[in-house]
T-cell receptor, first 110, second 115 residues
Framework: RKEVEQDPGPFNVPEGATVAFNCTYS??????FFWYRQDCRKEPKLLMS???SGNEDGRFTAQLNRASQYISLLIRDSKLSDSATYLC???????????FGIGTKLQVIP | EAEVAQSPRYKITEKSQAVAFWCDPI?????LYWYRQILGQGPELLVQ????????DSQLPKDRFSAERLKGVDSTLKIQPAELGDSAMYLC?????????????FGPGTRLTVT
């Protein structure tokens, strides 16, 4: 089993739709979790950290489920500008290995 | 807004040649990462520095790749000799210590093409 798994998609959704992505991880000792956004041929940019209590930033909501070992990202009222690849990142304890998922591609269509 | 600097942005080299990439992290960021990203895949960590010390280089192909961060600030990643399979985007990222220690900020990357 891969350390971090994501559905590569693509997810094609109409403008205004709500879309959710999951990311599963195999190491139960993982400590920190993040979502990054990456536009085509650009560097990843931090979208949001994922806290145990969940967190929300505008139209974006991230959740952590430690029991089932996955994190999720929910995007409400999708915009054309949300089209990108969404990468999840899992960090172990201390300086243990940082692992990126393969990314989930989102295409918002008019 | 402070940024991670990388150079060059693009590099074309012939196989068996040596190539080097440079990264200057955000000022005050103690942790520096080098990643390789192949098109259609997520970034793969090559090496992680804490100040001038390597804390993880388990995925670095040490027969041909080397990395250094001598004064704990900027860093160089070298490939010698380059192989066709090394064609990829090489990304540098940095993060600061403390509660936000793992929030990484990426530079624009160096796109390497080996011919």
């Amino acid at each position: 089993r891969k350390e971090v798994e994501q559905d590569p998609g693509p997810f094609n959704v109409p403008e205004g739709a709500t879309v959710a992505f999951n990311c599963t991880y195999s190491n139960s000792a993982s400590q920190s979790f993040f979502w990054y956004r990456q536009d085509c041929r650009k560097e990843p940019k931090l979208l949001m950290s994922v806290y145990s209590s969940g967190n929300e930033d505008g139209r974006f909501t991230a959740q952590l489920n430690r029991a089932s070992q996955y994190i999720s990202l929910l995007i409400r009222d999708s915009k054309l500008s949300d089209s990108a690849t969404y990468l999840c990142v899992v960090n172990g304890r201390g300086y243990q290995k940082v692992t990126f998922g393969i990314g989930t591609k989102l295409q918002v269509i008019p | 807004e402070a940024e991670v600097a990388q150079s060059p942005r693009y590099k074309i080299t012939e196989k068996s040649q040596a190539v080097a990439f440079w990264c200057d992290p955000i000022s005050g960021h103690a942790t520096l990462y080098w990643y390789r990203q192949i098109l259609g895949q997520g970034p793969e960590l090559l090496v992680q520095f804490q100040d001038e010390s390597v804390v993880d280089d388990s995925q670095l192909p040490k027969d041909r790749f080397s990395a250094e961060r001598l004064k704990g600030v900027d860093s160089t990643l070298k490939i010698q000799p380059a192989e066709l399979g090394d064609s990829a985007m090489y990304l540098c990222a940095s993060s600061k210590q403390g509660s936000e220690a793992y929030e990484q900020y990426f530079g624009p990357g160096t796109r390497l093409t080996v011919t």
